[in-house]
Nanobody
Framework: QVQLVESGGGLVQAGGSLRLSCAVSGTIFSVNDMGWYRQAPGKQRELVAFITGGGSTNYADSVKGRFTISRLNIKNTVYLQMNSLKPDDTAVYLC?????????????WGQGTQVTVSP
């Protein structure tokens, strides 16, 4: 069974940095597009950053220039480097991946990791 496991969240002061990781495990034939989403209390889930299987990236306007998404295909892992963090970045961050696994091609989600930015 395919699983996504995130790590790297925590509490940081405004202006600080965090690096999130998301590893895809299980019976995997290929990992295609991967992305990071976030959901703050009382708000809708929003896309933060996206990286295709070929390495093309896209970012929400609110994080451009501050966040960087990358992937290491040999480890089926996606990263989100977050710099110059702001209190508005506080949310649960969730990893998403389009995976061809033993159950066919499906979208999978991680359990989420909390990021809290204090003023």
């Amino acid at each position: 069974q395919v699983q996504l496991v995130e790590s790297g969240g925590g509490l940081v002061q405004a202006g600080g940095s965090l690096r999130l990781s998301c590893a895809v495990s299980g019976t995997i034939f290929s990992v295609n597009d991967m992305g990071w989403y976030r959901q703050a209390p009382g708000k809708q889930r929003e896309l933060v950053a996206f990286i295709t299987g070929g390495g093309s990236t896209n970012y929400a306007d609110s994080v451009k220039g501050r966040f960087t998404i990358s992937r290491l295909n040999i480890k089926n892992t996606v990263y989100l480097q977050m710099n110059s963090l702001k209190p508005d970045d506080t949310a649960v961050y969730l990893c998403n991946a389009d995976v061809l696994g033993d159950r066919g091609r499906r979208d999978y989600w991680g359990q989420g990791t909390q990021v809290t930015v204090s003023p």
